[in-house]
DNA sequence: CACTCGCGTAACTGTAAGGTTACGTATAAT
DNA sequence: ATTATACGTAACCTTACAGTTACGCGAGTG
């Protein structure tokens, strides 16, 4: 079967992209891929941790791993953040109404402000 | 510290969208704004729950919050999706040019500047 | 005034997860 | 055949958090 449409859970996808250091470790492998324990030295945490950091982002699918010889090469797979892009997308209108949205608020804001003076009991 | 115009910190909002009930109430949302009742309603948990979630929310500053007599507005503010947006910006070009994306768009290229150079087919 | 309604918070529980150190297992080097 | 290297995994601790029930408080209503 073809690779064409295989859909990713953006369930496990966001939740692999909460954390910062999987961000940050994803954020490195753009620049190439690397062996886990290049990986680790980038960071100030211990090598087993970002090895369970990996284990979250293979779940993911977000990155991909190989084995050369002794060392296991982590390669950036960006597919499954199509989805969270496409989440993100439904918001993308929101964005140019956002300066109306607070505009909305402030006077709702004011109003209740202006509710209260109205009745200084 | 630097007093810069809004900057929202993309750790608390990943973290914010890490729960699918949360982006389900964003989702919600995007419909219109709602007392927190209303939204607690359209879920499956207790309203205790969903307020907790709402407070994340706006910790996140992905809602705002405002009352009316003893109902409190939840509104939708998606500025801080914009630092998510950004950041998966950079990984945008990754998708859109995997290696056979890439070479097929070589390859279109190369075609097109056959094609002007000589006669259209 | 008392009473209800809407909603947040406190207190508690269960579970997920990030961190550590210690250990196991391949593979490479000597 | 040792020994070192590059990992993952197990066991453990601690914190975060999603869920619950019980309660408190301000805003409307009689």
């Known amino acids: 079967m073809r690779n064409r449409s295989v859909t990713y859970s953006s369930e496990v996808t966001f939740q692999a992209l909460s954390d910062p250091t999987r961000r940050a470790v994803l954020d490195l492998l753009r620049r190439g ?3 886990a324990g290049h ?3 980038a960071f100030p945490v211990s090598r087993p941790a970002i090895s369970k950091h990996l284990r979250l982002l293979r779940r993911a699918h977000l990155v991909r791993e190989h084995r050369e ?3 296991r090469i982590y390669q950036l797979n960006p597919e499954p953040l199509r989805s969270v892009d496409s989440w993100i997308e439904q918001y993308r209108t929101f964005w140019s109404h956002s300066l109306a949205n607070l505009k909305s608020f402030v006077e709702a804001e004011h109003a209740k402000e202006m ?3 109205r009745k200084p009991k």
Chains 1, 2 share one sequence.
């Open 115 to 117: 509710q209260a003076s």
């Open 33 to 35: 891929s690397q062996p």
């Open 39 to 41: 990986i680790a030295e």
């Open 69 to 71: 010889g002794r060392n």
